[in-house]
């Protein structure tokens, strides 16, 4: 089974729950996270070894990216979903398998 290439976007306390998730999910490839922040992004994408990005557009073009999990707060949520068309997309608080 091909591994799904996965992304978070938001680097607090939501986004470090998925990342450790996704870093133990067989049918996952942890690949990337975005911040607002490239500071932030850069030193999350070090602890887990992915790509960090300050644009989701860019991050979800680059990376390859097929899940993204929306680890934001709400206001950014509607915005975010609209830059990841065509992806799968998990907001913070759900649950997939």
């Given at each position: ?49 992915v790509s960090a990005f300050d644009s989701v557009d860019t991050m979800v073009d ?36």
């Open positions: 089974m091909k591994k799904l290439r996965t992304a978070i976007v938001g680097c607090g306390k939501v986004g470090h729950f998925h990342a450790r998730a996704l870093t133990n999910l067989a049918n996952s490839e942890f690949v990337a996270v975005c911040s607002t922040s490239i500071a932030s992004a850069k030193a999350f994408g070090q602890q887990y070894g680059g990376a390859q990216v097929d899940v993204v999990c929306i680890c934001t707060p709400h206001p950014l949520d509607r915005l975010t979903r609209s830059r990841t068309s065509g992806r799968l997309c998990s907001e913070g608080g759900c649950e997939c398998n």
